[in-house]
């Protein structure tokens, strides 16, 4: 198999374990707020792929989420890829320039910071829209609700990829290993 036709091989192993993520790991946090562990798996196929791989997932995941199980139209769409990507796409950035546990760590530490900032203001712009309140509604809202909804989901999703990045990227590099001695 050459290497385009694996990259997309695992990057599309990337996309089915996340949506299966979606589906069957979701939690109810606040408001219309849920959690799913699958920017952690995004995350980690970023730290295999680079940023370019968790931006095409997150795209992937987040397009089926929301024709299949979402009720969120196309503005949830539109906040999963702003949410995942801040997070994962920063981490794997981060990542791709320093490919160690401490790089890894960094990443996930700064995409934690940029995608509750980042969620801040779009949920600032977008929830008015979405739920049908007055701006105002929503401002009083950034604190309680939505500050500490982004801190769990930040906070549990480094947590799950800082628990799962040694062993995958340690099968990771095995496979790539023995792919190399197959040549």
């Known amino acids: 198999m050459n290497s385009k036709a694996k990259k997309i091989t695992i990057t599309a192993m990337i996309c089915a ?10 939690i109810h946090i606040v408001l219309f707020l849920e959690y799913e562990p699958k920017d952690a798996m995004i995350t980690l196929g970023g730290f295999i792929g680079g940023p370019i791989t968790a931006c095409l997932v997150s795209i992937i995941v987040s397009f089926i989420e929301m024709v299949t199980i979402s009720e969120d139209g196309v503005l949830g769409l539109v906040m999963n890829i702003l949410s995942t990507c801040a997070f994962a ?13 401490s790089g890894a760590a960094l990443g996930l530490l700064s995409g934690s910071i940029l995608m509750t900032a980042f969620m801040l203001l779009w949920n600032y712009l977008i929830t008015p829209v979405y739920m049908g309140i007055p701006r105002e509604a929503v401002a009083e809202l950034l604190v309680p609700a939505f500050l500490p909804f982004n801190l769990i989901k930040a906070g549990a999703n480094t947590g799950l ?23």
């Open 17 to 26: 374990l996340a949506y299966v993520m979606v589906v069957f790991c979701r």
């Open 161 to 183: 990829t800082l628990l799962l990045y040694r062993p995958v990227i340690k099968a990771y590099s095995g496979y790539m290993q023995e792919q190399n001695m197959l040549r």
């Open 89 to 101: 796409c920063t981490a794997s950035f981060i990542y791709k320039r320093k490919r160690k546990f």
